[in-house]
């Protein structure tokens, strides 16, 4: 067995090479990712009551999710460009644990999933969140970003087992 066999990113000589989609079947595709950022119960309240110096936190980061979810051809090598046609991200406190937890529900009608989307969407918007929220507390944690679902497609519906 050589070194890339069952890699698609990889031909039989080992060159990189994006993954020729022109057969597959157009299909809706569904990709929810989620991720957690952890922080002080100061932080919080400081983001929930939307008293932190730089802004609404979880509007830009709702923001700048959904544009990353639309770049992620510029920022992972070889992904497709897709054409989303819906992204959702949504912000889930807990006040008890210090955290938000944060879900990218992401659509398309195409060739290739969008799993690449909805975590990136995630990741970025729980940097965003990190980033605005740095000069009060260097503490927090991005952590636990994972795909939920996928649908559509020749691998049919992944659920993750929690």
Request: charged letters at 25%; one cysteine or more; hydrophobic letters at 45%.
């Amino acid at each position: 067995m050589n070194k890339t066999e069952g890699l698609t990113h990889f031909d039989a000589h080992g060159a990189s090479r994006m993954v020729d989609v022109t057969a597959k079947p157009v299909t809706d595709r569904l990709a929810v990712a989620v991720g957690r950022v952890r922080m002080r119960h100061e932080t919080l309240s400081l983001i929930l009551d939307r008293k932190m110096a730089k802004g609404d936190v979880l509007e830009v980061a709702r923001l700048a999710g959904i544009m990353a979810a639309k770049r992620v051809d510029e920022l992972i090598p070889l992904c497709h460009s897709l054409n989303l046609s819906a992204v959702d991200i949504a912000f889930e406190p807990d006040a008890p644990s210090g955290m938000i937890k944060i879900t990218a529900r992401v659509r398309c009608q195409g060739s290739t999933g969008v799993e690449m989307e909805a975590l990136t969407a995630v990741s970025v918007a729980g940097l965003t969140i990190y980033d605005m929220c740095k000069a009060v507390d260097r503490d927090m944690m991005l952590e636990g970003v994972c795909l939920l679902e996928k649908s559509g497609g020749r691998s049919g519906h992944y659920v993750r087992v929690l």
